[in-house]
């Protein structure tokens, strides 16, 4: 299984050494950092035109062979009309177990069609 990491933020290089500071660099495959004027632009860094291409073209992985957890219902509807087998998660939670699950499931049946 190949994990990928996507967030547009205002700050990628902070992230990046956040992120391998506490060793969380070294769990993904592939992590697509990409700036965003605030953190929040609407109109930079989308999920379906820059993280998923980028992430497909890393990864050699094709958008229906691919398993995505956001928490902006704009996000997954954008990636789900790519093919991409899309789950939204609780922003108040993040990804817990219960919505993983629900996300393999998801996928798994999305691969029987």
Not at 68 to 80: A, C, H, I, P, W
Not at 86 to 92: C, F, G, K, R, W
Not at 101 to 106: A, D, I
């Amino acid at each position: 299984m190949v994990v990928a990491a996507a967030s547009r933020t205002p700050t990628p290089e902070v992230t990046r050494a956040f992120m391998q500071k506490l060793g969380l660099d070294q769990r993904f495959d592939n992590i697509q950092l990409i700036p965003a004027a605030n953190g929040y632009d609407a109109h930079s860094a989308q999920k379906d035109r820059c993280h998923l291409p980028n992430i497909k073209a890393a990864t050699g992985y094709e958008y229906d062979a691919m398993l995505f957890f956001d928490d902006e219902r704009g996000n997954v509807e954008k990636v789900s009309q790519l093919g991409v087998c899309s789950v939204l998660v609780s922003s108040h939670v993040g990804l817990c177990l219960q919505t993983f699950r629900e996300g393999l499931v998801k996928y798994a049946a999305q691969q029987r069609r």
